[in-house]
């Protein structure tokens, strides 16, 4: 059992097969955090040793002893008003006007399974073996009720956690701050590592030693954002790949976060994550509840590498939903790069016809296949097909891409509006915006609000309308700005700082409805690229566009710090055409292969293009690509190299039997007089014997992961490196 509860000293322990996690209400009625790391069997509040610390005052309760302070105890929820004085997980706003809420333990509750949560996406196990274990918190002065769900999975090292805040009292309260996670740390020297960037350039590794106060990665901007992930981790100062400690803290949630990081007065750290509390002010009415995002942990102390193997393994099988969650994934070649919005029929059926004879599996029509769109100022909203751009019907085109032996997918951005749409002629109040002001325009284009029901019926319709029209397998699903100017029509001033959250609420309620109502077709999220990538989007598509930089060198760095929380199967990855558009960079079509390869592979460029020789090796890659897929996707994923530091980028997939691997990368620079690179598999059976691409050399899996392999000589710069290692079958 995960779950073991001492009643008598009311000590909790949650245990995963590596980790262990401790709680215990105190005499006082407080939720003390007491551990998490290794497991101990060992209630670890020995450890607990608190002086008194000037202007760190007590609860009432505790008397004259003055070495009892909320202020420096580790507690699992922390509240403002408490004296408290560091990063607080819940603050209210009282009928009276204060902002103080004291939550004390009043019960438990062990459950078989993993809860839900209403209205937000929620991770899930469909084998019966999760636990959850409920604590009940109240204020009995405020009624305000909260319980803390923790859901145990056992065999990946994934604690969960979520917090349902009730109101039981007689009048409305505020919320100001409902955070789903708080962990204290006790003891330690710890860093951080946060993934931050901008448009074409996400999800940059940056590691830092902690500072004595607050540090945070957080987003305001409505989507979880380009600038940061909502996904940390906090490692100690020797962690590596492979040694040290380390705790990964990933929220489930698309919208406006933040997680802060205290490294407080006694160098304890405190880490809480959930809902950005800038962008959000909730009316919670007497009798009403409200749900925060999930948010997962996992402990590892054998480095990021495990930790990253944790996390992989639960997205790909605990988050992510449908047909697509474990299927192979169809190569396909999206027209975007190739044409923009300058097309015709004629232009795609040449694309499409020259990517089937490549052996290409799906066509793609991206942006401008619909209303007045031949740029980006006008048409969005008007979800119905220009049929004079495609000299005829939607059905007619695709059915002319599937008579070539492809399936056929397109592109939408249903949560935007141009001004220069049928759809805000006739609806200006569904577009957000502040009564009497010019609202901010970003890639010309407004945003829908989407916490209204009318907005999220008729985007449903449209949508529903053009994908029941044709045989349609795939819908690319873009946002393509942040969100300002946050006003609702919908809703009253007293709520109005509910609109942010509401939104996210009415996004995911729409795509709920459109998966449940199409479960063949295969739904890749994109926000201007990786401006979304995040498991609350990975809920309901399997995959995410990981960047608008196709750029093969600048994509090693950003699936570099992709790939720490997020599974490959989820990276949506392409090869485009050289010069690079985004960076004029010219990099050979092997070295755009292997590094598309980590990821669901496609094309991103007019085959038409191609010298013969190119075209030859498209068809190469694509057979590799298949026949590599299910140790891609499937395979545990090893990184070899830092390319944020390296001269070269390496990584590696090993299947779970250990029977092949594939080490794929890039050398950045060749030099003269080079000297060639040595990396190190890991992850192999070290007695068994393995070839190396069907050599007929054999190496011990011992000596492989021990001593390395050479990188083969290049010539030229952004040299490919492809490896396959198999075993030999006794």
């Known amino acids: 059992m995960s779950i ?60 004259t002893r003055q070495t009892y302070s909320l202020d420096t105890l580790p507690q699992e929820y922390s509240c403002e008003g408490t004296g408290d004085y560091r990063i607080s997980s819940l603050s209210v706003l009282n009928k009276d006007g204060d902002s103080s809420v004291d939550l004390r333990f009043k019960g438990w509750e062990v459950k078989k399974g993993k809860y839900s949560i209403p209205g937000l996406p929620a991770s899930y196990d469909n084998s019966n073996e999760a636990e959850t274990l409920e604590i009940t918190l109240e204020d009995k002065v405020s009624k305000i009720e909260v319980v803390l769900k923790y859901g145990v999975f056992e065999n990946t090292d994934i604690i969960t956690r979520s917090a349902v805040i009730t109101n039981k009292g007689d009048n409305s309260v505020y919320l100001k701050n409902a955070s789903s996670v708080c962990l204290d740390i006790p003891f330690g020297n710890w860093q951080w590592v946060h993934f931050q960037g901008r448009h074409a350039m996400e999800r940059q590794l940056e590691r830092a030693s902690l500072i004595h106060g607050v540090q945070e990665s957080s987003s305001n901007r409505g989507a979880s954002s380009h600038q940061q992930n909502p996904a940390i981790v906090l490692c100690s100062a020797d962690c590596t790949e492979i040694s040290g400690s380390c705790i990964g803290a990933m929220l489930m949630y698309s919208g406006s976060f933040k997680a802060r990081v205290q490294l407080d007065q006694i160098d304890q750290v405190r880490m809480v994550m959930g809902i950005n509390p ?31 193997h944790c996390f992989h393994k639960f997205i790909r099988n605990n988050v992510c939903r449908g047909k697509y969650k474990l299927e192979s994934r169809p190569v396909l070649i999206n027209n975007w790069e190739a044409t923009y919005f300058d097309f015709n029929e004629e232009i795609l059926y040449n694309i499409a016809k020259q990517a089937s004879e490549l052996g290409v599996d799906m066509f793609v029509l991206d942006d401008g296949w ?9 048409g969005l909203g008007d979800w119905f097909v220009n049929e004079e751009k495609l000299s005829g019907s939607l059905k007619k085109f695709v059915d002319k891409v599937k008579a070539m032996g492809m399936k056929f997918g397109l592109w939408f951005e249903p949560e935007m509006v141009s001004e220069d749409s049928d759809l805000y002629r006739n609806h200006p109040d569904w577009a957000i915006k502040i009564p009497d002001r010019a609202p901010v325009r970003s890639r010309c284009q407004l945003v829908l609000d989407m916490s209204r029901k009318d907005v999220q019926d008729y985007i449903y319709e449209a949508v529903s309308n053009v994908l029941k029209s044709a045989d349609i397998s795939y819908v690319k699903w873009d946002m393509n700005r942040s969100i300002s100017d946050w006003f609702s029509h919908g809703l009253n001033s007293e709520n109005m700082g509910e609109m942010p959250h509401r939104y996210v609420l009415g996004v995911y309620s729409l795509l709920e409805r459109l998966t449940s109502s199409f479960p063949d077709v295969l739904f890749e999220g994109c926000c201007g690229g990786g401006g979304r990538f995040d498991a609350g989007m990975l809920y309901y598509c399997p995959q995410i566009w990981c960047s608008d930089d196709t750029d093969a060198y600048e994509r090693t760095k ?64 694509i057979k590799r690509f298949k026949e590599y897929q299910p140790l891609i996707h499937n395979g545990e994923y090893y990184r070899l190299s830092n390319p944020m530091e390296d001269e070269y980028a390496a990584w590696e997939f090993v299947s779970e039997d250990k029977s092949e691997a594939l080490i794929h990368g890039m050398v950045f620079f060749t030099k003269p007089n080079f000297v060639r690179y040595l990396i190190k598999p890991r992850g192999l059976d070290e007695n068994a014997e393995y070839v190396i691409n069907n050599g007929s050399e054999t190496y011990t899996g011992k000596a492989l992961m021990s001593g390395g392999v050479l990188v083969p000589k290049t010539s030229g710069d952004y040299s490919p490196i492809e490896m396959h290692i198999a075993k030999l079958l006794s």
Not at 279 to 308: D, H, I, R, V
Not at 370 to 378: I, L, S, V
């Open 4 to 63: 073991s509860v001492n009643e008598k000293e009311k000590f909790f322990s949650v245990k995963t097969a590596n980790t262990e996690y401790q709680m215990k209400v105190d005499e006082f009625g407080v939720l003390k955090h007491i551990w998490y790391g290794e497991i101990t069997n060992k209630n670890m509040e020995y450890l607990l040793d608190y002086p008194n610390v000037g202007f760190s005052g007590s609860i009432y309760e505790a008397g």
């Open 278 to 308: 800038e962008m959000f002010k909730w009316n919670l009415k007497a009798g009403e509840s409200f749900y925060t995002p999930e948010a997962f942990l996992s402990f590892s102390s054998q480095g990021f590498e495990k930790l990253s």
């Open 370 to 378: 619909f209303g007045q769109r031949n740029g980006e100022t006008a």
């Open 558 to 621: 950003i699936q570099y710090g992709t790939s720490f929380f997020y599974p490959i199967s989820a990276v949506g990855s392409h090869v485009s055409t050289v010069p690079n558009h985004q960076t004029g960079r010219i990099t050979p079509i092997e070295t755009r292969a292997v590094t598309a390869m980590a990821g669901s592979f496609g094309y991103e460029l007019d085959l038409n293009t191609l010298s013969s020789e190119e075209k030859e090796s498209v068809k190469n890659q």
